[in-house]
C-alpha cells in the first residue's frame, strides 16, 4: 500500500505524522484491494482540514474529510467516518441472497 502524506499551508510534527501511518496501517483489515492512500493536512485561518482518499482496485476512491481546532482532532473524525465507509462498502460486496452454508451443506 502507497501512503502520501501532503500538508498545506503548514509544516507537520512528526508525532502526527507516525499517528496518520499507524491508522493508515489498519486499512488493509477492511480491504486487501486498498493501493493507495493519499493523506492532505490543510491549515486555514480558524480551522485544521484533514482529508484522506483511498484508492481501491476495481472500484471508485473513497474520500473523507474532518475539521476542528487541532489537527488530532481532524483526523479521528476522518478516521471514524473511513471506518464506516469502509465496513459500508463489505457489507454492499456480499450476497445478501445467497443460502446460508449451513443450509446448503445440509441439502446434500
Known amino acids: 500500500m502507497d501512503v502520501r502524506i501532503t500538508s498545506r499551508h503548514t509544516t507537520l510534527p512528526d508525532s ?25 493536512f490543510d491549515e486555514e485561518r ?4 484533514v482529508e484522506e482518499i483511498l484508492h481501491i482496485d476495481r472500484s471508485d476512491p473513497i474520500v473523507a474529510s474532518g475539521e ?6 481532524a483526523l479521528s473524525q476522518v478516521n471514524d467516518r473511513l471506518d464506516r465507509q469502509l465496513r459500508k462498502l463489505h457489507l454492499q460486496a456480499k450476497d445478501h441472497r445467497a443460502p446460508p452454508l449451513a443450509d446448503a451443506l445440509s441439502e446434500e
Open 68 to 73: 476542528g481546532d487541532d489537527f488530532n482532532e
Open 46 to 49: 480558524n480551522s485544521k482540514k
Open 16 to 40: 502526527l505524522r507516525d499517528r496518520a501511518e499507524g491508522l493508515l496501517s489498519k486499512r488493509a483489515k477492511y480491504d486487501g484491494r486498498v493501493s493507495a492512500v493519499e493523506v492532505i
